[in-house]
């Protein structure tokens, strides 16, 4: 059964950093590419970093220069490195697996883990 749990959400002041982990299981880490969403109260699910089986990489233009995704496919883990954080970074992020290339989102997904960018 393939599991994906997130990690390291907190609440942090405006211009700190947070890493996100998302450990995997049942060899999802195999499996295309994975990505990072982020969800807002009231706003729709976006994508945030994508990162293909190969090491390449996607960033929303909002994370460009703040935010770096990383994975490690031996221990089936995935990160997210956020620098930088600002409050409308705040929202709830989930961890993605099983998709391909850029525009076919997986259909595996974490539990989420908040992020609260606030002073």
């Known amino acids: 059964q393939v599991q994906l749990v997130e990690s390291g959400g907190d609440l942090v002041q405006p211009g700190g950093s947070l890493r996100l982990s998302c450990v995997g299981s049942?060899?999802?880490?195999?499996?295309?590419?994975m990505g990072w969403y982020r969800q807002a109260p009231g706003k729709q699910r976006e994508v945030v970093a994508l990162?293909?089986?190969?090491?390449?990489?996607n960033y929303a233009d909002s994370v460009k220069g703040r935010f770096t995704i990383s994975r490690d496919n031996a221990k089936e883990v995935m990160y997210l490195q956020m620098n930088s954080l600002k409050p409308e970074d705040t929202a709830v992020y989930y961890c993605?697996?099983?998709?391909?290339?850029?525009?076919?989102?997986?259909?595996?997904w974490g539990q989420g883990t908040q992020v609260t960018v606030s002073s």
């Open positions: 993605n697996a099983g998709g391909s290339g850029w525009s076919v989102i997986g259909r595996f």
């Open positions: 990162i293909s089986s190969g090491g390449s990489t």
């Open positions: 049942g060899r999802i880490f195999s499996i295309g590419t």
